[in-house]
């Protein structure tokens, strides 16, 4: 049974970079073909996709955060990572990393899905 679980600060101060692993156990993250993503939810607002790192290690990242995101793997940990730098109040939210099965990267459907860890930008 595959699980996913994210792990990282729970506090963040604005301008820094944020740092979240998710560490995957009962599978490998090099397993063809699937995508290893990040999600997150800001208060009031919906579902946002970040980015996503494939069982190749190529990566995608959403236009309106391609500038400050960075998803790195480490395949002898079986995890993978986000980082988002020169964070604000509004990168408050609760971050979610997520598996997407294939055929087709990128249709935003997700099989599996950690629990979730709050993330709050605060001086």
């Known amino acids: 049974q595959v699980q996913l679980q994210e792990s990282g600060p729970g506090l963040v101060r604005p301008s820094q970079t944020l740092s979240l692993t998710c560490t995957v156990s009962?599978?490998?993250?090099?397993?063809?073909?699937?995508?290893w993503t990040w999600i997150r939810q800001s208060s009031g607002k919906g579902l946002e996709w970040m980015g996503d790192?494939?069982?190749?290690?190529?990566?995608y990242y959403s236009p309106s955060l391609k500038s400050r995101t960075s998803i790195t793997r480490d395949t002898s940990k079986n995890s993978f990572s986000l980082q988002l730098s020169s964070v604000t109040p509004e990168d408050t939210g609760v971050y979610y990393c997520?598996?997407?099965?294939?055929?087709?990267?990128?249709?935003?459907?997700?099989?599996?899905w950690g629990q979730g860890t709050q993330v709050t930008v605060s001086s």
């Open positions: 997520a598996r997407e099965p294939p055929p087709v990267r990128g249709r935003g459907v997700y099989d599996l």
């Open positions: 790192i494939a069982y190749d290690g190529s990566t």
């Open positions: 009962g599978g490998s993250i090099t397993t063809n073909y699937y995508a």
